[in-house]
């Protein structure tokens, strides 16, 4: 039998048992809380929460108008799936595109009336559907808690540097 340390293991720094359990904990819960959030949208507006993604980011723009390419990195999407989505979009009537002024090979996603008008009945069953699956069941300092864990999280996640390979580049 070989006694000898094992190169590979001290090369990596293996998750503890706690941090096993936390990290199969957050996994379980964003999965079941996705597909919560996804099949309340389904049913209510026939969209999955990505598309509704999509119009809230719109709804927030300036004159509910975005560049692709920017809200492609405010979905953290690739343009490729943005394209997909923003064409499904536009066959509802809620979405249409425009051609940018100033970039020939540019376009702008616009929400429409229609996909606004969509958005006011969808919200108020979406966000109860979040306060139901999320809020509620947090006291008020484990809500505040998850927020400051969140962002360190994606402030550590999202590089600053240029030449970055993020998905919504390619």
Not at 60 to 82: C, G, V
Not at 115 to 138: C, I, M, N, S
Not at 139 to 155: D, N
Request: hydrophobic content about 40%.
């Amino acid at each position: 039998m070989n006694t000898a340390p094992d190169p590979a293991a001290a090369r990596h720094r293996w998750l503890t048992d706690e941090e096993q359990r936390i990290w199969r904990a957050y996994l379980h819960a964003t999965t079941l809380l996705e597909d919560h959030l996804d099949r309340q949208l389904q049913r209510d507006a026939g969209m999955p929460h990505i598309y509704y993604g999509l119009l809230v980011g719109l709804a927030e723009a300036p004159r509910r108008r975005l560049r692709m390419t920017d809200l492609a990195r405010k979905a953290k999407i690739t343009r490729s799936r943005l394209s997909h989505a923003i064409a499904r979009l536009e066959k509802n009537g809620w979405v249409r595109r425009e051609d940018c002024p100033s970039d020939k090979r540019g376009q702008f996603a616009v929400l429409t009336d229609e996909g606004h008008e969509v958005l006011r009945r969808t919200a108020p069953g979406h966000v109860t559907a979040v306060r139901q699956a999320l809020f509620d069941r947090l006291s008020p300092e484990q809500q505040k808690a998850l927020g400051e864990i969140m962002e360190i999280v994606a402030e550590g996640l999202q590089p600053n540097e240029a030449g970055a390979d993020l998905p919504w580049l390619r």
